[in-house]
């Protein structure tokens, strides 16, 4: 099993040990940096080559969204998930344009953050409706044609619901595949599209309007 190198940013030493804490509890995650600061943050970055950065969105002087937008330029495959009081959708939909692949809010249960990271991961972290009707509002549809898409036709099906906010295992059950299957037609998803994880496969499948308006960015799911 996987051992995920994980840094804390925050300026608040109270934050950084509560999430130190929740971590803690999960073998599968290792703390190997915390700092206070986002400069400290992209120098600690290039010595430790963390998998993933749990980075607070409102850091003193240079802020989270830019520390993650350098960060992101330099190391593309480090996962940063954005920690925040306050569930703002336009700093929110910020940090994921930065390419942030997710947020946590500060007051949500331990187990929620274990089980959301656990997700990130695996990138099989859904967005959720607020900040997947924003990407819609940011990226309009493109009148390009679809002959130029290179999908199959299971593809471009996964590939609505992923952009419906739905995880591996909701669109296996949707689909009678198991999620492991799902997770292979993501990956061939994401290399034929040159595109790195769920967020960016979500404004893909809206600027290039995969997904039905009239039928709404959120399909009915079939109850388990």
Do not use: C
């Not at 089980?115 to 493109?142: C, G, N, V, W």
């Not at 619901?161 to 061939?188: C, F, P, R, Y």
């Not at 599209?193 to 009915?220: C, D, I, M």
Request: charged residues 25%; negative net charge.
């Amino acid at each position: 099993m996987s051992i995920y190198r994980v840094i804390v940013v925050d300026d608040s030493q109270h934050a950084r040990e509560a999430i130190i804490e929740i971590l803690a509890v999960d073998s599968d995650f290792e703390v190997v940096g915390v700092v206070p600061s986002a400069e400290e943050a992209i120098a600690l970055t290039e010595r430790l080559m963390p998998d993933l950065i749990l980075m607070d969105i409102h850091l003193k002087e240079m802020g989270g969204l830019e520390a993650t937008r350098i960060i992101k330029l330099q190391y593309p495959y480090v996962k940063i998930v954005m920690i925040t009081v306050s569930d703002d959708i336009a700093h929110l939909f910020e940090a994921l344009k930065q390419g942030a692949q997710g947020y946590l809010l500060k007051n949500l249960s331990p187990s929620t953050w274990l089980e959301y990271l656990h997700a990130i991961m695996r990138d099989d972290a859904p967005l959720s409706r607020e900040l997947a009707f924003q990407i819609l509002k940011e990226f309009p549809t493109s009148l390009e044609s679809e002959e130029h898409i290179p999908l199959t036709a299971r593809e471009r099906e996964i590939l609505n619901w992923v952009a419906s906010g739905m995880t591996n295992k909701e669109i296996g059950t949707q689909l009678g595949i198991s999620d492991l299957t799902v997770k292979n037609h993501l990956k061939n998803i994401l290399h034929k599209l040159h595109l790195e994880n769920r967020v960016q496969l979500t404004r893909y499948a809206l600027e290039k309007g995969l997904v039905s308006r009239k039928q709404g960015l959120f399909p009915k799911r079939k109850r388990t």
